[in-house]
């Protein structure tokens, strides 16, 4: 026996581990996710100056300046990110959502308006002077939180109708997705669209809803990329590159040849002959073709479990994150991560029609690793702000106070100041909700005051204060009614 009270012992300690002084359900995805993180930027800050090094001697003079101007990003994105972390999310989720919503829709519009291609056929950077701003990589957040929020309030909160739920998901979600597909940005709208599938089933909302946009959605990207000459390229050049390799498939036949270099163990970091120049955007949208040539086949397998971890790490927070908003913020900026990633990988080998998106934390670009940090930050924000999960009978232990021992040893608990409203000595309980204390499936039958029997509801205490009768000593309760006093 006393073996076994002490398995059961070691077994609910085992449960309740800590790091450094956090429950481990709550630590352990942090600090993975921070190490995962720490990791990817690093290694990418490695690849983004051998791919790139070639290009910026040959056009600055200088070989560190796409790394310099990398790091200079990747260090606001990480202060901006702690900035998110340390703030509790529902700050941004609730109070903040229109602000933010409005300044997104407002850069959103002035791209369409008063944006650049920067030569790449597609409008959808603002030119700075010293950084080129790109809203859809921002948009992307924002969607996250307007999504989160009307989520909540139809499934959690209930303030919400249907009708009043779809209303505005149309206008919260479906406007900025209309102003990015205008600009035309098909890659982060399919971003989007599969990040508000998964958050949709998340959610609670019903398949048959989440096919019907899924099969919406596959045939608004056919039909966008059947009807202009750019992204009808795109597409037939994944079916066949080699129909045109010195033009549009050049890009892509390149990547290949630069995979088919690395071989399984890659030519090493430094070392790939497709950043001279022969393979174009090397250390941004094709930075994943030159990993595979310097790092070989194992060094893209690698990338691919980093962001495995990585994802791990973000749907345990999103698991234990304390409300429906807090679970969907954080799946919903895992999933905009890893969809990208999977989109760009895709892209490159082949598999589908080149988008432009980079990889998050290791292409370079000032927009996409500053949005990444903030994607991170986010996640941080639910897991710091994640607490033990509470159920309605622990905020109603935290009214109750110990008053003292009655009678024979037992207890009495009475109802503080929270909720307890007596309307005078001696008077029930009013708007409290009241307790039935029960003993073997029936009600505990302890005598009141004046010899009437009690079932522990109404009865009072000192101050007129509700009081539950738990018997008449703790040892009689655990032995049961049934058997008689135990001596030694």
Same mark, same amino acid.
């Given at each position: ?14 449960? /309740? ?6 429950? /481990?359900?709550?630590?352990? %995805? ?44 990747? *260090? ?9 972390? *340390? ?11 229109? %602000? ?55 499934? /959690? ?39 508000? *599938?998964?958050? +949709? ?9 989440? *096919? ?80 595979? /040539? ?29 409300? =429906?908003?807090?679970? =969907? ?35 370079? !670009? ?40 009655? +009678? ?34 029936? %009600?505990?039958? +302890? ?15 000192? !101050? ?25």
């Amino acid at each position: 026996m006393a073996g076994r009270r002490a398995t059961r012992a070691d077994a609910r300690e085992a449960r /309740e581990a800590t790091i450094l002084g956090v429950p /481990e359900r709550f630590m352990r %995805p942090r600090l993975v996710l921070a190490a995962c993180v720490g990791i990817l930027v690093g290694f990418g800050l490695l690849m983004v100056y051998s791919a790139s090094s070639v290009t910026a001697l040959e056009s600055t003079g200088d070989a560190a300046y796409y790394l310099k101007r990398q790091l200079l990003f990747g *260090v606001v994105g990480i202060v901006i990110a702690i900035v998110l972390a *340390v703030v509790d999310y529902h700050v941004w989720v609730r109070r903040l959502l229109v %602000p933010i919503w409005v300044l997104t829709a407002a850069l959103l519009a002035l791209v369409i308006v008063a944006g650049t291609d920067n030569d790449m056929g597609a409008t959808r950077w603002i030119n700075l002077g010293f950084f080129d701003l790109q809203p859809s990589e921002f948009a992307k957040i924002t969607i996250v939180f307007t999504a989160a929020n009307v989520a909540e309030r139809y499934f /959690e909160e209930g303030s919400l109708d249907w009708s009043g739920f779809l209303k505005l998901m149309v206008v919260g979600v479906g406007v900025p997705l209309v102003l990015i597909v205008v600009q035309p940005d098909k890659g982060t709208t399919m971003v989007l669209g599969l990040t508000i *599938v998964v958050m +949709g089933y998340l959610a609670g909302v019903p398949k048959r809803y989440l *096919v019907a946009l899924l099969v919406a959605g596959l045939v608004g990207f056919l039909a966008i990329s059947l009807r202009d000459d750019y992204s009808r390229q795109r597409l037939l050049t994944m079916l066949d590159p080699w129909s045109d390799p010195f033009d549009t498939g050049y890009q892509l036949i390149q990547g290949f040849y630069a995979f088919g270099s690395g071989g399984l163990l890659g030519v090493g970091i430094g070392f790939s002959r497709q950043k001279y120049s022969y393979l174009p955007m090397a250390h941004n949208d094709f930075i994943f073709a030159v990993i595979g /040539e310097e790092c070989g086949l194992l060094g893209t397998l690698g990338v691919l479990a980093g962001f495995a971890v990585f994802m791990w790490a973000g749907f345990q927070i999103a698991r234990y994150a304390p409300d =429906l908003s807090g679970r =969907l913020v954080a799946a919903g900026c895992t999933s905009l991560v890893i969809v990208q990633l999977l989109l760009n990988v895709c892209g490159v080998l082949g598999l589908f029609p080149l988008s432009g998106k980079p990889i998050p934390f290791l292409s370079y !670009g000032g927009s996409s690793i500053i949005a990444s940090m903030m994607i991170v930050g986010m996640i941080a924000s639910v897991s710091l702000h994640s607490s033990l999960p509470e159920t309605a009978h622990d905020g109603l232990r935290r009214s109750w106070q110990l008053e003292g021992e009655r +009678g024979g040893g037992g207890l009495s608990l009475v109802g503080g100041a929270r909720g307890s409203r007596g309307e005078g000595r001696g008077a029930p309980e009013r708007g409290s909700s009241g307790f039935t204390l029960v003993q073997g499936g029936a %009600p505990s039958r +302890g005598r009141g005051s004046g010899g009437r029997r009690s079932s522990g509801v109404g009865s009072t205490g000192r !101050g007129g204060r509700g009081r539950i009768d738990l018997g008449p000593s703790a040892g009689d309760r655990l032995r049961g009614r049934d058997r008689g006093p135990r001596t030694r």
